[in-house]
Every structure is written in structure tokens, then in C-alpha cells.
């Protein structure tokens, strides 16, 4: 196996960028997902490692090998690049067994009868398929059909494996069963890997590293719990799950903690990513599955709580959303049944969001404040309209 080197690796489409001069270092047998929402430029930037785009500028290299160079005239096509590729559709042949299905890129390659046997029986039992080898694809369930495509990608051993958004088509319970099984069988191959996905669940069972594109750019970078727990900016933020944005004014500030205030002189720890100072005016997020709802009496505020009224309850499936507004603000919060059976609407109602799950974040949302939303900052302090 081997690592994969990008450099200012530009690409447009009817005159949008899709592809910023993107750089990327993925370390030999590093496991990488790209991840965004659709049209950030992960796809392309995929395709265009596996030789199936051609951008209009900057380099890939494989190890020591140069696959792409803008500037030399260097591309590579998609077969000599020698890497295996599984698409969001499962591209097996109907009419071909499963066997026959992972074996075409060893008779393409006219590799020996005895050869072909060996590696295809190694790939199919890999996936736990051997026994279905003699079958047809219109016979095997969505998960089957994915596992064998997942080995006709293995089957030739590549020196890369990239995977487009694979395990899309498949329902909820199919895709978690996939994604170990995908992990496994990269960490059994020690193959280099590179997942593109819209789905957090995906990137965060999968990934060692995670990169999350915006715009044709990697806006952050880092393990999964990294990004997913400390997002730099309010977009990045909003995808991996945060849901509650608010414009705040940082009452205590240091390098890693600060107080802000919300809405009607509601006060909340907030995790920052770098130095702040009373005064400034900063957006902040909180996931609304991590906010604990209580009834208020009326009594003494905790430290870290955010005091309202409930002006509205829904069951949600498992969940129930329960909104608290300040009169200036909404909070929202998603709970277990068992602990909104005492919260109705008009009651006054404690939120709490543990400390640090509430981050400040650069940027804002387009639209208003509360829910997946957030107000421009403005740039002047504002006054506080009560403290508890």
C-alpha cells in the first residue's frame, strides 16, 4: 500500500470552482473520509485521485509515483493507477455470477486460471460471500450486492481503495453492519482508504482523520471526536450536528473557556477554540440532544443554565423537541420521553447544557437565531437585560 499526495489541485465546472487548490496528505494505510454536503467538491476530489476527472491544475502522486502533474502534462488513466473503487451504485453485472463479478479485474489483467481462483475465493470469503459465489446479483440482498463489490475493489490489491458514498442505498441497521465491516477489512488489509460521505454516522465509525469540505475547500480537518466535538466555524458546526445557534457576548473569556450571554441575560460555558475577551461578540452552538430540561420553581439559577418559558412540545419518534424561549431567544432541546413527562407548554423550564458541549464558533448561519440558525454578529457590545 502506499500514501497519497495532493497539491493545489484546481477544478471548475461552467466557471464554479469545484475544487479550490486543494492540498491533502492521506499517510500510508491512513483511513481518510471527505466529508460535506453535496456540490463541496469531495466527489470530484475523489474522482479525480482515481483518474476518472481530469483537473485543470496541480499535482497527485501515489508514493513516489506522479499520476497527475497540471504543469508537466502527466495523467495517468484510471487503470494504471492501480487502485480499487467502490461506487454509491453497486455497478455489478446481472447476467455474471458473483464470482465472475470479482474476477473481472483479474481476466482484464489476464492474470492465471489457478491465480484468479485463489484471489477470488480470498476476497469473497474476506466478505463473507464464498458460499454465494455461484449466485447472480438480482439474487442477493442490497448488503450482499455491496459486499461484493467492496471485494471485486479488493480482489486485485490495490494499492489505494476509495470508496463513493458506498453504503447511501442501504437502510439504517445495513449501513452500521457495513461500515465495520468496511473497517475491517481495511485494517486486515492495511490499505490506504479514501471514503467520501455526507453522512457524520459514517465518517465518525470509519475515519482515523476527517476532512470536511465547504465550497470546494477543506475548511477543518482532524479525528472525528476532534471535529465533531470542537467545529471551528458555524457551518462546519451545523453539519456534524449542532443544531441551536445563537448570537453571544463573551461576558469571561480565556484560551479554552469562556462565559456568554444569550437572549434575555441568559449566561452559558462555552468552549473556545482560541483566546477571547469580555465584550466580544461571538456565535455560539449547542447540540439539542445534549441540552437536560428541567421545570423551574422560580428558585436560585444554577451557573450554566438558560431560564424560559416552554412555548412548545413535539414527540419526535424516540425523542421529544421541546422549545424554551427567553422572550428573546429559542433554545431547543431533544430528550428522552421519561424526562419531558413533567415540562408542558407555558410552564417556566431550566435547560442545561453540560459543560464545554456549548462551543463558539467562527461565522455565522444565514437566517435568525435558534434553531440550525444564526444572526450576523453584530460588532458593538450588547447590554444585558437580566442576570441570574
Known sequence: MTGISIQGLHKSFGGRTVLDHVDLTVEDGEFVCLLGPSGCGKSTLLRSVAGLETPEGGSISFGDETVFD??????????????????????????????????????????????????????????????????????????????????????????????????????????????????????????????????????????????????????????PKDVFV?????????????????????????????????????????ATTGPVKAG??????????????????????????????VSSKAHLGDDVEIVITDGAVDLVARVRPGYARDLNVGQPALAQPPIGTVVIVEGTRKGGQGKASAAPVTSEPAKATANH
Open 230 to 270: 470542537a467545529p471551528k466555524t458555524a457551518f462546519v458546526a451545523e453539519f456534524v450536528g449542532f443544531d441551536n445557534f445563537f448570537n453571544a457576548t463573551v461576558t469571561e473569556g480565556s484560551d479554552s473557556l469562556a462565559t456568554v450571554e444569550i437572549g434575555n441575560g441568559n449566561r452559558l460555558s462555552a
Open 70 to 223: 497540471g504543469a508537466t502534462g502527466i495523467n495517468r488513466a484510471p487503470e494504471q493507477r492501480r487502485l480499487g473503487m467502490v461506487f454509491q451504485s453497486f455497478a455489478l453485472w446481472p447476467h455474471k455470477s458473483v464470482f465472475d463479478n470479482v474476477a473481472y479485474p483479474l481476466k482484464r489483467a489476464r492474470v492465471s486460471r489457478d491465480e484468479i481462483q485463489e484471489r477470488v475465493k480470498e476476497a469473497l470469503t474476506m466478505v463473507d460471500l464464498w458460499a454465494h459465489r455461484a449466485s447472480y446479483p438480482g439474487t442477493l440482498s442490497g448488503g450482499q450486492q455491496q459486499r461484493v463489490s467492496l471485494a471485486r475493489a479488493v480482489v486485485a490489491r490495490p494499492r489505494l481503495l476509495l470508496l463513493d458514498e458506498p453504503l447511501s442505498s442501504l437502510d439504517t441497521n445495513l449501513r452500521a453492519q457495513m461500515r465495520r465491516e468496511i473497517r475491517r477489512i481495511q485494517q486486515h488489509l492495511g490499505a490506504t482508504a479514501v471514503y467520501v460521505t455526507h453522512d457524520k454516522e459514517d465518517a465518525g465509525g470509519l475515519a482515523d482523520r476527517v476532512l470536511v469540505l465547504q465550497d470546494g475547500k477543506i475548511v477543518q480537518e482532524g479525528a
Open 280 to 309: 466580544q461578540h461571538v456565535t455560539a452552538a449547542i447540540r439539542s440532544r445534549l441540552v437536560r430540561v428541567h421545570p423551574y420553581d422560580g428558585g436560585i439559577v444554577p451557573e450554566n443554565s438558560f431560564v424560559g418559558t
